[in-house]
């Protein structure tokens, strides 16, 4: 019999959860309420030129799981600036694993 398995890796990597804490309030965020068809991805790249940080966003408002598209109008809060905080939130994230 053939072992399947004779050629394929016997140890799986995991990977463990960053855990990122919650954006301080700063008297620079803006406050924004949402429009119907606002995204957490299209907010991000508004705000900071980089899609990619949709999670700053859900994070500092509690919302995304599970998708990107918000509720429209709800307040939501657009930490700002960012680029210090992100940067020490995932240096922590990094040692606490």
């Known amino acids: ?12 990597k995991r990977y463990n959860t960053a855990v990122i804490s919650d954006f301080d309030y700063q008297e620079t965020d803006y406050y924004i309420f949402s429009r119907e068809g606002d995204r957490l991805d299209a907010l991000a790249f508004q705000f900071y030129q980089d899609p990619s940080l949709w999670w700053v966003i859900a994070n500092a408002n509690n919302i995304g799981k599970g998708s990107f598209a918000i509720s429209p109008g709800l307040q939501i809060r657009i930490p700002y600036p960012i680029v210090d ?11 606490n694993r």
């Open 1 to 12: 019999m053939i072992d399947r398995y004779k050629y394929t890796k016997q140890e799986m």
């Open 85 to 95: 905080d992100v940067t020490d939130k995932l240096e922590q994230s990094e040692q």
